[in-house]
C-alpha cells in the first residue's frame, strides 16, 4: 500500500512540472510596438517658477499613447535629465496608468531643476522624455528629448532647530497652550540654549515645544529641568514666579538645567517703533519694516510671515541710526553689531529690545 502511495505521488509531481512547463511555454508574450512621445509643450518652452506660488501648476505635459502588442495597463513615467543627459540620473516628474498627461506643479519641476545642479533664479535648458512600461517590464523610452527651459527659485532654507514657548499664568497666553503664546529665543552659538528676557506676572509657567500640545514639555525646580515626552508621563513641576517683574529664563535642554533671575529692566528705553533694515529686506538700507510691540510686553517685538531675499539685515529703533541691534549668526543670537546673514527665504521674525536677541524661522507659507 505505501508503495502505491509512492507512486501516486510522484506521477502528480511530474504531470504538475509538466503543467508548469507547458504554461510557461504558452504564457503570451507582450512586446512593445509603439514608442510614446511628448506632443506638448513644444521644445524651446519656457517655464519662469513663482516662489510665492509652489502650489500651482507650472505646466501640463502630454504624450502619445505606447502601444503593445496585447491589451494591458501601461505605466507612464515622465522624467527630466540636464540638457544633453543620458538619462540614467534622470528625476520624476509625474507617474501615471493609462494617462498620457500629466499636470506638474512649481514646487516638483522647481526641486527637480534644483536637484539636477541647475542654479536657481537662472534659465537653464533641460531634456523631458517619457517612458512606458508593462507591469515594471517591457520599457519603451521615448527616443526624443523636448527641451525646455526652467528658471527655479531659491529651494527651502535648511533648518534644523527646535523652538520652545511659554505656557502659564505668569505669561501673555495664560494656561492657553495654542493662543499667542511667547516664544524662547535661542542662542546663536549653542542650539540647546534657550532664553527669554521679559515681563512676568505673579504665577507660574512651563515651556512646551508644540502649540496645541501638552507634550513634549519641560518644567523644573531648583535648577533642573524636568522633561515631559508625552501627555501620559508626569506633569513637571512648574517654574514660579513670585511677583510681577522682569525676569531672565534660561534652560538647556542637553545639560537640562535652567536659571530665573530677576531682571532690573528699570534703565531700559522703551520704543516706539523697531523695524529691519538691510539689503534682505524690501526697503534695503533705506527704510525700516515696522514690527508690531507685544501688548503684554514692551520690549518684544515680532512680524509675521515676511519675504526677505540673499543679503543681510539689522534691526533699528524709531525709524532712525541712533539705536540699532545686530548679530553674526543666521536665525538666532544677538548682542553684536554685526550685519545679520540672511538667506532667501519667508521668514517669522522675533526680537528683544532689552538684550538684541533675535529669532527668524524660515520656510513659512
Known sequence: MKNSYKILIAFIGVLLVSCNADDVENRPIVEGTSIPEITSPAAGKEFILDADKPAEEAGKFEWSAAKYSRSVVVEYTLLIDKKGGDFTAAKTLATSKNTTSAS?????????????????????LFDVKVRSSVSGGVPQLAKTAVTISVTPYTGKVNYNFNEWYLVGDATVSGWDNNKGNQILFRSGKNANEYTFTGFFKAGAFKTIKNLGNWAPMYGGASGTLAYRG?????????????ADGYYKFTMDVQKLTYKLEAYDASAANTFATVGIIGSSTAGGWDASTAMTKSAFNDHIWSLGVTSLKDGELKFRANNAWDVSWGGNTAFSGGGTGDNIPVAKSKYVIYFNDLDGSYLMIPNQE
Open 104 to 124: 506638474i506643479l512649481a514646487r516638483d519641476l522647481n526641486q527637480a531643476a534644483i536637484d539636477l545642479g541647475g542654479p536657481t533664479e537662472v534659465a537653464t
Open 230 to 242: 508625552t501627555e501620559s508621563d508626569p506633569d513637571p513641576a512648574s517654574f514660579v514666579i513670585p
